[in-house]
């Protein structure tokens, strides 16, 4: 009964390549997220949904494309990846603007 | 200027003591919430504890309560009689005003538990 999962957990491209990361929470939440953590484990918010409507669109390449199908999924299409595209992404929800519960990440690695 | 200010990279606390750790925030905003996460070597995020800026009482959550001093704008985690499976990283967060999820991390103290 896992809360809100991520797949793939490690993900390892090359440069230029697109790829994706889905994310889906089972916990019956509103709004979901995308976060990245750097390699100095500094964390920052990437995008929010509501109810399947973009809410936090932060300052992110347009190669950075989050997609909501419904309220329990939420997933994120990376195009053209750059080496500073590597970092552990994770996936949260939350219900109305309570705690957010975090996926167990992605870690993605681009050579 | 840093929303939420975390001084210590790194903590260490004998098992079974206390121990204290500082996060600080900036914020013209009258609502907010503050939370603790932690960050365990296996990498998921662990929700601790939440205080809102309008809640009278400092949060408890078992062995973990958050030293909420509203005028220093700071909000300390407080962990009891420490555990060595508390080793981990702990990130402080805020989310600014009522009408906003957007959370705000720090940059976290890194927490080590001996024997």
Same mark, same amino acid.
């Given at each position: ?111 | 200027?840093?929303?939420? $200010?975390? $001084? ?11 121990? $204290? ?95």
């Amino acid at each position: 009964d896992t809360a809100v999962s991520q797949t793939p957990k490690y993900l390892v491209t090359q440069m230029g390549n697109d790829k994706s990361i889905k994310c889906e929470q089972n916990l019956g939440h509103d709004t979901m997220y995308w976060y990245k953590q750097d390699s100095k484990k500094f964390l920052k918010i990437m995008f929010s949904y509501n109810n399947k409507e973009l809410i936090i669109n932060e300052t992110v390449p347009n190669r950075f494309s989050p997609k909501s199908p419904d309220k329990a999924h939420l997933n994120l299409h990376i195009n053209s990846l750059e080496l500073g595209d590597s970092a552990v992404y994770f996936c949260a929800s939350s219900l109305y603007s309570y705690e957010q519960y975090f996926g167990p990440g992605t870690r993605l690695t681009v050579t | 200027a840093q929303k939420i $200010t975390q $001084t210590q990279p790194g903590m260490f606390v004998q098992e079974k003591e206390a121990v $204290t750790l500082d996060c600080t925030y900036d914020t013209s905003d009258q609502s907010y919430g503050l939370f603790w996460y932690k960050q365990p070597s296996s990498g998921e995020m662990i929700f601790l504890i939440y205080q809102g800026s309008y809640d009278e009482q400092n949060a408890t959550e078992g062995r973990y309560s958050l030293n909420f001093q509203k005028a220093r704008k700071s909000a300390n985690l407080v962990i009891s009689a420490s555990q060595l499976g508390d080793s981990a990283m702990y990130f402080c967060a805020m989310r600014e005003g009522l009408n906003t999820d957007k959370l705000i991390f720090g940059t976290g103290t890194r927490l080590q538990v001996f024997p």
